[in-house]
């Protein structure tokens, strides 16, 4: 089906939870106008990135007040958003949530959590144990949280479980200013564009923007049809929402002139993971 | 070496939108920075300036009696080039007056006591026009140690921190700063005819293709030697990032509780902004 997505590259304030969802909500309010059918969010978009010791504050349960409305606003549009949630068991995990038609459809916990260079996920926050590609009104998808999407496994997988559109929320700190363009864009865009080619999906890449003790987010949020062909791009370092016209028909033929997908052999990549996996634990 | 050629295009781009965000997410809209005359602090102004519109900065020149009268020429012709605010406060009459208590003091005491005087006249402009302090210290001098703790280190901001001191001529170059400043010799200018080179030894582009490699690419010693870097430069400047560390640091605080700020009480600083 054809649909039409905003790429919302807005800049959360750090910790303020009330603020962010306003913005939010304006976002999605002016994509609702403009008769958009799915808006996606940055990583962490209701909270900020660099939350340390604030991950407990801001942490939501899944029947919050917060997430009850943007649930509520899901009625009039399919929305993408990254959250802090905390658990019944009080764990505190790096989610994204897709919400349609007044329901959350899915639930995505970030599995791999940076703790390296500038990163320090993991001591604030647990690990997600699953990626699962799941239906929406839009065919089937499946949801990355930025360093998820640096392991082939995680976008495979979800390739491998039906997924045609890959929503990645990103909160992608810039650096490297060696090059012609910055070097964490260029890594990324490199990255989103061959997953997209190799496994025939489309890649829709949402990045937030602003700086949090120094650190730029550089945005650059962009739709990859399954070519590996970057079709819109929003702007460098500033906010910006860019709306991409995603055609059912360019998905078909891609996978008609490149049935990659079609003949990956899973027998073989569960048999060798399986050696592998036995060798490991001799 | 690729590193040490930046885009200065993104890099003016980075480092504007870092000061317009921080500035403006603390609720301000103006800062206050020290124009030596030298190329660092005329490099922060036109960053500043563009940031914010010149009207928003304020710079203030401090000499003292022993300054090269060329560097507050120079100060003033950096903030007639970006249009910025200029005031000389001269800091003689302070110094002096605490050096006739200890009229034995050294050189390196009384260049030390210059430079806290600076800060103190900075946050004190702070307060008077609602303004953050920004900071001139490159990455070059804030590795070597070669600036003074709570002197010209200390400020609110600062967007050249990151950039090697062959990174600042070439942004100086691309942003329009007077080419007397860029061209001549870095100074401290703590007495006449003194060069930052001379003092230590060696000059800004030898120790900064050494500190790429060894702190940006994180290089073995061997593989420095390799290089083609001599031993004994390589670990003369290992010893003084190690020696310096403590600048860079916040005050070591003794551990007593179970959350020591810090240590596991750990917030950004951009909180709530």
Redesign the interface.
């Given at each position: 089906m054809d649909f039409t997505a905003v790429l919302a590259q807005i800049k959360p304030?750090?910790?303020?939870v009330t603020d962010n969802l306003a913005l939010i909500e304006e976002h999605i309010q002016q994509a609702i106008s403009a008769k958009a059918d799915l808006i996606v969010f940055p990583e962490l978009a209701l909270t900020g990135y660099?939350?340390?010791?604030?991950v407990p504050e801001v942490a939501r349960r899944l029947d919050s007040p917060e997430i009850k409305r943007l649930v509520e606003l899901s009625r009039d549009i399919s929305i993408a958003v990254g959250i802090v949630e905390e658990t019944d068991d009080y764990r505190f995990f790096n989610s994204a949530l897709y919400l349609e038609d007044g329901a959350i459809r899915h639930l995505h916990r970030k599995v791999y959590l940076p703790t390296y260079g500038l990163f320090d996920e993991q001591r604030y926050l647990a690990r997600g144990e699953r990626f699962r590609a799941f239906d929406t009104r839009f065919g089937r998808m499946g949801m990355l949280i930025c360093e998820d999407m640096w392991h082939l496994s995680s976008s495979y997988i979800l390739a491998m479980d039906g997924a045609t559109s890959l929503l990645c929320l990103s909160s992608s700190p810039?650096r490297g200013?060696?090059?012609?363009?910055?070097g964490s864009a260029d890594a990324w865009q490199q990255l989103t564009s061959t997953t997209a080619m190799f496994l025939n999906c489309r890649v829709l890449y949402c990045n937030r923007v602003?700086?949090?003790?120094?650190v730029?987010f550089w945005g650059g949020s962009e739709y990859i049809a399954p070519s590996g062909e970057s079709v819109v791009r929003a702007r460098?370092?500033e906010e910006d929402a860019v709306e991409a016209s995603i055609a059912e028909g360019a998905l078909r033929r891609e996978r008609i002139f490149s049935p990659m997908l079609r003949d990956e052999n899973l027998f073989v990549t569960m048999q060798e993971l399986r050696r592998i996996e036995r060798e490991r634990g001799r | 070496m690729?590193?040490l050629?930046?885009?200065t295009d993104?890099?003016q781009?980075?480092l504007t939108?870092?000061v317009r965000?921080?500035v403006r997410?603390v609720g301000v809209k103006k800062v206050v920075l020290g124009l030596s005359g030298g190329i660092d602090s005329a490099l922060v102004a036109f960053i500043a300036a563009r940031a914010l519109g010149a009207e928003n900065v304020h710079a203030i020149c401090m000499p003292y009696k022993s300054s090269n009268p060329e560097s507050e020429a120079h100060a003033r012709l950096v903030a007639q080039a970006c249009g910025i605010n200029f005031t000389v406060v001269p800091i003689t009459p302070m110094v002096d007056a605490y050096f006739e208590m200890f009229p034995q003091a050294d050189n390196m005491r009384r260049g030390n006591k210059m430079a806290r005087e600076r800060m103190t006249i900075l946050f004190d402009h702070s307060a008077l026009y609602s303004a953050l302090v920004l900071g001139t210290s490159n990455k070059t001098e804030l590795l070597l140690g070669y600036g003074t703790l709570f002197g010209d280190m200390a400020s609110a901001?600062n967007p050249i921190g990151d950039l090697y001191k062959s990174h600042v001529w070439q942004l100086s170059e691309a942003m329009g700063v007077p080419s007397e400043v860029i061209e001549k010799k870095p100074s401290a200018d703590l007495w006449a005819g003194q060069t930052d080179e001379e003092e230590l030894g060696f000059s800004y582009r030898q120790v900064d293709e050494l500190l790429y490699r060894m702190v940006d690419l994180r290089l073995t010693r061997d593989e420095l030697i390799a290089a083609g870097f001599a031993p004994e430069f390589i670990d003369n400047i290992y010893r003084k990032v190690q020696n310096s560390h403590f600048k860079r640091r916040l005050p070591v605080i003794a551990k007593v509780s179970n959350r020591t700020i810090d240590r596991d009480?750990?917030?950004?600083?951009?909180?709530?902004?």
């Open positions: 304030k750090l910790g303020c660099f939350l340390k010791d604030l810039g200013v060696e090059g012609d363009s910055l602003g700086y949090e003790d120094g730029n460098l370092f | 690729a590193g050629i930046a885009n993104l890099l781009q980075i939108g870092f965000d921080e997410k901001l009480f750990r917030y950004s600083r951009d909180w709530g902004k």
